[in-house]
Every structure is written in structure tokens, then in C-alpha cells.
């Protein structure tokens, strides 16, 4: 027997594009679905880190209030100290001026009695003189 020859039929199949076209939309809709929870997670997580830092400008708004507060207070201690050191230095000078009149007055008392001292000495020399003159 001789081998004959195969029969060969070509079988053309069709594909509907609609199906591909679906099929590729769905798997492109779950993408989609997963990018939509990620951003979900991703607005939680921003929320969280906004109020983080919320919080965080809250403690430093407050650090910042009772820091200003102890300059206020320091600055108040620093004026009142300045005024007392003033008033001191005040008094301080009038006793100086006091002091200084007193002792100006004092001087001039002394000038006075040491001026007269010396009219008195010339006075007796020129009395000595001339009495030694006369004899």
C-alpha cells in the first residue's frame, strides 16, 4: 500500500475584538480599583501626618507663648532691678553733692581763718619790726 497523501485543511477561527477589547478593560479596571484603594491609603496616611503636624505646631506654639511669657517676666525683673539701681545712684549722688557742698563750705571756712592767720603774722612781724626800728 502506498501512503497517501494527507488531506490538509487550513481552519481559519475568528475572534470577536469585542471580547479582547472587554478583556483588556477588565484587567485594566482592576488596576484601576488597586490605584483607587492606594490613594485612599495614601489620603489616610496624609490626614495622619497632618494632624501629627497640627499637634506638633500646637506644642510649639505653646513652647513658644511660655517662653515669651519668661522674657516678659525676665524683661519685668530686668526694668524694675534698673529702676532700683537707678534711684540708688540717685540718692548716692545727692549725698555726694551734699558732701561735696559741705566740704566746699568747710573749705572755705579754712581758707577764711588761714587768711586771717596770716594778716595776723604779717600784722606782728611789721609790729616787730617797727618796734625795733623805734628803739
Given at each position: 500500500?502506498?501512503?497517501?497523501?494527507?488531506?490538509?485543511?487550513?481552519?481559519v477561527?475568528?475572534?470577536?475584538?469585542?471580547s479582547i477589547?472587554f478583556?483588556?478593560?477588565?484587567l485594566?479596571?482592576?488596576?484601576?480599583?488597586?490605584i483607587?484603594?492606594?490613594?485612599?491609603?495614601?489620603?489616610q496616611?496624609?490626614?495622619?501626618?497632618?494632624?501629627r503636624?497640627?499637634e506638633?505646631?500646637?506644642?510649639?506654639?505653646?513652647?513658644?507663648?511660655?517662653?515669651?511669657?519668661?522674657?516678659?517676666?525676665?524683661?519685668?525683673?530686668?526694668?524694675e532691678?534698673?529702676?532700683?539701681?537707678?534711684?540708688?545712684?540717685?540718692?548716692t549722688?545727692l549725698?555726694?553733692?551734699?558732701?561735696?557742698?559741705?566740704?566746699?563750705?568747710?573749705?572755705?571756712?579754712?581758707?577764711?581763718?588761714?587768711?586771717i592767720n596770716?594778716?595776723?603774722?604779717i600784722?606782728f612781724?611789721?609790729?616787730?619790726?617797727?618796734?625795733?626800728?623805734?628803739?
Amino acid at each position: 500500500m502506498e501512503l497517501q497523501p494527507e488531506e490538509t485543511r487550513e481552519v481559519v477561527y475568528r475572534i470577536d475584538p469585542f471580547s479582547i477589547i472587554f478583556r483588556e478593560l477588565d484587567l485594566i479596571h482592576s488596576e484601576i480599583r488597586e490605584i483607587k484603594s492606594e490613594i485612599v491609603f495614601l489620603h489616610q496616611r496624609v490626614d495622619e501626618t497632618n494632624k501629627r503636624i497640627d499637634e506638633m505646631n500646637k506644642r510649639i506654639d505653646d513652647l513658644n507663648t511660655r517662653v515669651d511669657k519668661k522674657i516678659d517676666e525676665t524683661n519685668k525683673r530686668i526694668d524694675e532691678l534698673n529702676i532700683a539701681i537707678n534711684k540708688r545712684i540717685d540718692e548716692t549722688n545727692l549725698r555726694i553733692d551734699v558732701l561735696a557742698s559741705d566740704i566746699n563750705r568747710r573749705l572755705d571756712k579754712l581758707f577764711l581763718v588761714v587768711i586771717i592767720n596770716l594778716i595776723a603774722i604779717i600784722g606782728f612781724l611789721f609790729k616787730i619790726v617797727l618796734d625795733g626800728l623805734i628803739k
